[in-house]
Structure formats: C-alpha cells, structure tokens
Nanobody
Framework: QVQLVESGGGLVQAGGSLTVSCAAS????????MGWFRQAPGKERKFVAG????????YYADSVKGRFTISRDNAKNTVYLQMNSLKPEDTALYYCAAGWTAGASVRDDYGYWGQGTQVTVSS
C-alpha cells in the first residue's frame, strides 16, 4: 500500500507558476504509475497528467499540454507537477494518485489517492 500527501498549493496570479508535490509513504512507490487529477467546484474530477513508474513516459490532458510538467523522484518518493502560465480555469483541488497503468486517465485505474491541495488562480 501507499499513502499520498499533496502540498504546495496556493494562490497565484494568472500567468504565474506554481509547483505542487506529492509525497508517498512505503517502499513500493517506484512500482506505481502516478497521476495528477483536479476537481473544480461542482465539476467532475479530471485527469491532468500522468507518469510511468520510471519517469520515462509522461502524459498530459490537452488543456495543460505545454504548460504543465509532471516529474518524479523515486529516491525521495515524490511526484511533482510544475504549472506554468496558469489560468483562472486551472483553479481546482489537485489530487495525486497511484495506479498500475501509466498514463491512465480514468479514476478507476488508480487505487490510492491523496487528500488534495488547493490551487487558486486569480485573474
């Protein structure tokens, strides 16, 4: 099993940058594909980015491609989401998740979830 804790959220102006982190417990972190999802108020939780267990493959939703970068450090049991050129529509609760299929965009493909970190982008 793995437990996930997100951090690094906050308030940022449109056009700004922010990096959120997800720290995982347990020695099996490197076996999991990881993903970032986000959920805005009143909306469904949606896939943002995913990364393979080795970090060699990354996947992005069209809405963030070219602006967001997912990465991981297996030695630190941490996955990151660097967000640049932020827009007000990026405002959401950001969740990290651990699963078994790299790049999976469906919630059911992830078995472990963090509690989320709030990202708010002001216009």
């Amino acid at each position: 099993q793995v437990q996930l804790v997100e951090s690094g959220g906050g308030l940022v102006q449109a056009g700004g940058s922010l990096t959120v982190s997800c720290a995982a417990s347990g020695r099996t972190f490197s076996r999991y594909a990881m993903g970032w999802f986000r959920q805005a108020p009143g909306k469904e939780r949606k896939f943002v980015a995913g990364i393979s267990w080795s970090g060699g493959s990354t996947y992005y939703a069209d809405s963030v491609k070219g602006r967001f970068t997912i990465s991981r450090d297996n030695a630190k049991n941490t996955v990151y989401l660097q967000m640049n050129s932020l827009k007000p529509e990026d405002t959401a609760l950001y969740y990290c998740a651990a699963g078994w299929t790299a790049g999976a965009s469906v919630r059911d493909d992830y078995g472990y979830w963090g509690q989320g970190t709030q990202v708010t982008v002001s216009s």
